[in-house]
């Protein structure tokens, strides 16, 4: 049986690469003419896939942006972005065009999964009418499921096929079904009863990342007007061996998930006159943490007799996360703007990030720009960066992650 994946990015192509490698034939479909040419080229956009694993999956995976090319997979997979819109409510735009487009192309006893992030009820509520458009009857005439992607860009200690995989289908037997073309690529298949279930899991799991990351970056605040080290204090608890899970203080959440998942809930809920206070909390902490970390960066140099307005401010680190590119609501792009509201000169050194169009920037060398610099701030810790050399010869440092704790430099 052959594997249609829809919608080609951090989520698509590590698992349209995973089902190729497990043998079988896949057709990658995208409306993004430019990404189906480099992917057919060998090149990857996404760091977790090599090029090189991207070339030998060729053999077996086809791109495509025409939807009529999956009307042959036995099973389609749809990981299309689901963001918020400018109001930051869901925008479902790109999951509808999915289903619209599948609509003139599904079959018979195919099996569709959707795998993008969303509120209980987008499967049934949302797919359903429009995939039906093609005369077949989900749950009857073709199988229809939720399960939802755990992938975790960069992470190298768990992959694809050691995270266990939720799967909730329309009926029993579409979660069968679905479970079944999972079992290819995924050693644990965790069956729920409903999509509904699955698609709360997954926001389960998300909320819950961004309510302890709120949480511990507020009591980073209250840790410095107390004069206390908060990594200190989250090394003690992180000692405790059952009921505590470490999260780190830092200068906010990025990605396409954390800052967005949880307001597809927080918008859900308020049809069951709920406001969901934890995450309009969590959110409202996360996205006032960047000011924070501006005020350390004013402090910082104020003690050095300088102020924002015309020091020269080295970025170190821009993507939201370290060992990716991922520029997507990236702290770091809020405080290089912030600062340069107050005037400072900003400039930036990420090895996976070489432009900052919008921003009319590129990534510094590192030796270049540790020459006249004012202030090195490290805001994403990527692996392969010499902080160690930055703290050496850059004249005052500011770390927001905690790398260079053991090296005495003041940390968020
Ligand atoms: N990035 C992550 O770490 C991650 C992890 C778990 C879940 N998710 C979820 O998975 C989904 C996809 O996320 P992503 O990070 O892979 O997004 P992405 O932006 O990296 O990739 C999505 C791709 O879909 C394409 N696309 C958009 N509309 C399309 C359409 N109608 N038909 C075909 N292709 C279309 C885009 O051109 C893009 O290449 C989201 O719902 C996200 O929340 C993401």
């Known amino acids: 049986m052959s594997i249609g994946i829809v919608g080609l990015g951090y989520v698509g192509v590590p698992l349209a690469v995973a089902f190729a490698e497990a043998g079988r034939d896949v057709v ?3 409306v993004d003419y430019a990404r189906v040419a480099a992917l057919s080229g060998g090149h990857s956009p996404i760091e977790d896939v090599s090029d090189e694993r991207l070339a030998r999956a060729l053999d077996r995976l086809r791109l495509s942006t025409r939807y009529a090319d999956l009307a042959d997979a036995g099973a389609i997979l749809v990981c299309v972005p689901t963001p918020l819109t400018r109001n930051r409510e869901p925008d479902l735009g790109p999951l509808l065009a999915a289903a619209r487009g599948l609509a003139g192309v599904i079959r018979r006893d195919q099996v569709v999964v959707l795998e993008s992030t969303s509120f209980p009820g987008t499967t049934r509520e949302h797919m359903v009418p429009l995939l039906e458009e093609s005369d077949l009857r989900a749950g009857e005439d073709f199988a229809l499921a939720y399960s939802p992607e755990r992938v975790d860009p960069g992470r190298t200690d768990h992959t694809t096929r050691t995270t266990p995989k939720v799967v909730g289908g329309l009926t029993s037997r579409c979660t069968e079904r679905a479970a079944a073309i999972y079992a290819d690529v995924v050693d644990e298949i965790v069956p729920v009863s409903t999509p509904e279930v699955a698609e709360l899991s997954k926001l389960l799991e ?3 990342r961004s309510v302890n990351i709120a949480l511990v970056n507020e009591l980073a605040i209250l840790a410095d007007r107390m004069g206390i080290d908060i990594w200190e204090v989250v090394d003690a608890a992180a000692t405790k061996p059952y009921g505590f899970m470490r999260f780190d203080p830092g200068p906010g959440m990025g ?4 800052p967005v998942d949880p307001f597809y809930l927080a918008w859900k809920a308020r049809e069951y006159d709920l406001s969901m206070e934890f995450i309009e909390l969590a959110g409202k902490v ?3 943490q960047p000011y924070f970390c501006v005020q350390k960066i004013e402090r910082a140099l104020n003690e050095t007799g300088k102020p924002v307005k015309g020091s020269r401010i080295l970025l170190v680190g821009v993507s939201y996360k370290a060992g990716v ?3 997507r609501e990236s702290p770091a792009l809020r405080i290089l703007e912030l600062l340069r509201e107050r005037g400072g000169e900003v400039s ?4 996976h990030v070489p432009e900052l169009a919008e921003q009319g920037l590129r990534s510094a060398e590192l030796e270049e720009a ?8 490290i805001v994403t810790a990527h692996p392969e960066v010499d902080h160690g050399r930055i703290v050496e010869q850059a004249p005052q440092v500011l770390d927001l992650r905690g790398t260079t704790r053991h090296l005495g430099v003041p940390q968020l």
């Open 255 to 258: 990605g396409h998930c954390l």
């Open 325 to 327: 590119g991922d520029l």
């Open 206 to 208: 998300n909320i819950f």
């Open 286 to 288: 996360n996205q006032s």
């Open 348 to 351: 930036y050194h990420d090895p």
């Open 28 to 30: 990658g479909v995208d």
């Open 370 to 377: 540790l020459g006249g610099l004012d202030l090195a701030v």
